[in-house]
C-alpha cells in the first residue's frame, strides 16, 4: 500500500516564477493538507482541501493556491516566487477532514527560490 | 499561536528515559505527536483525542491534561532509533467546532539517544 507520495522531490525557481507541486494521499484518504517547513521549524499549516474545497486556510498570501481532483489527489500552485519561499513543502493526508484521525506525511518536495 | 514545546534538545544515553512536553494557550479538540529525522517526513506516533486520555506504543506513550492544556510525550528506555525531532501539534477547539483539521505545530524538540 503506497503511503503520501509528493513530486517533485526538489525543485529550483528563478524569483517571480510559478511553481506546481503535486501530492497523492494514501489510500484510503480523502483529506489532504499542505505544511511549509522552513529549516530549523515546525510545519506551517497553509491550507486543507476535502471534498474538492479548500475548507482550511493558514496565515499564507493568495500566491498560494491549490486544488483538488476527484480522485483526491492534490496540487500546490505558488505564483510570483519570493527567495522567502525556499523551504521544504509537505503535504499530510487523513480520512475525514476534522482532525480526529492521523494524518500521514508525504517525503516532501524541497523547494529552492533562487 | 503556536504551541510551546519543552525542553528544546534533549540528550540521553541508550536506556534513559526523557518527557517531552507541549502546552497551549487555547482550548485544544486533540494533539498530534510526530518525529522528524533529518531529511525524513514527520512520522505520526499517536493522536489523543479527549482530556485526560493516556495513549501508548510500546515504549513511547502520551497524556493530554485538558485542563492545563497541556500534553507530554514519554520515552522509556530509550533506543538509538528514538533520535530526531519530536513535535507536538494541536488543533484548535473553536466554538461551533472543531477546526477542521488546521494542525499548528510547536518548534520541535531535538532528541539525541547516544550509545
Known amino acids: 500500500d503506497a503511503g503520501v507520495t509528493q513530486s517533485p522531490t526538489h525543485l529550483i525557481k528563478t524569483r517571480g516564477q510559478q511553481v506546481t507541486l503535486r501530492c497523492s494521499p494514501k489510500?484510503?484518504?480523502?483529506?489532504v493538507s499542505w505544511y511549509q517547513q522552513a529549516l530549523g521549524q515546525g510545519p506551517q499549516f497553509i491550507f486543507q482541501?476535502?471534498?474538492?474545497?479548500?475548507?482550511q486556510r493558514g496565515n499564507f498570501p493568495d500566491r498560494f493556491s491549490g486544488h483538488q481532483f476527484p480522485n483526491y489527489s492534490s496540487e500546490l500552485n505558488v505564483n510570483a516566487l519570493l527567495l522567502g519561499d525556499s523551504a521544504l513543502y509537505l503535504c499530510?493526508?487523513?480520512?475525514?477532514?476534522?482532525?480526529?484521525?492521523?494524518?500521514?506525511f508525504g517525503q516532501g518536495t524541497r523547494l529552492t527560490v533562487v | 499561536q503556536q504551541p510551546v514545546q519543552s525542553p528544546q534538545a534533549v540528550i540521553l544515553r541508550e536506556g534513559e528515559d526523557a518527557v517531552i512536553n507541549c502546552s497551549s494557550s487555547?482550548?485544544?479538540?486533540?494533539v498530534h505527536w510526530y518525529r522528524q529525522k533529518h531529511g525524513e517526513a514527520p512520522v505520526f506516533l499517536m493522536i489523543l483525542l479527549k482530556g485526560g486520555e493516556q495513549k501508548g506504543h510500546e515504549k513511547i506513550s502520551a497524556s493530554f491534561n485538558e485542563k492545563k492544556q497541556q500534553s507530554s510525550l514519554y520515552l522509556t528506555a530509550s533506543q538509538l532509533s528514538y533520535s530526531g525531532t519530536y513535535f507536538c501539534?494541536?488543533?484548535?477547539?473553536?466554538?461551533?467546532?472543531?477546526?477542521?483539521?488546521?494542525?499548528?505545530f510547536g518548534q520541535g524538540t531535538i532528541l539525541t539517544v547516544h550509545p
Open positions: 482541501y476535502y471534498e474538492e474545497e479548500e475548507r
Open positions: 489510500s484510503g484518504h480523502d483529506t
Open positions: 499530510a493526508s487523513s480520512w475525514g477532514p476534522r482532525g480526529n484521525t492521523e494524518a500521514f
Open positions: 487555547k482550548a485544544l479538540y486533540s
Open positions: 501539534g494541536g488543533l484548535v477547539l473553536y466554538r461551533g467546532g472543531t477546526s477542521y483539521g488546521k494542525l499548528t
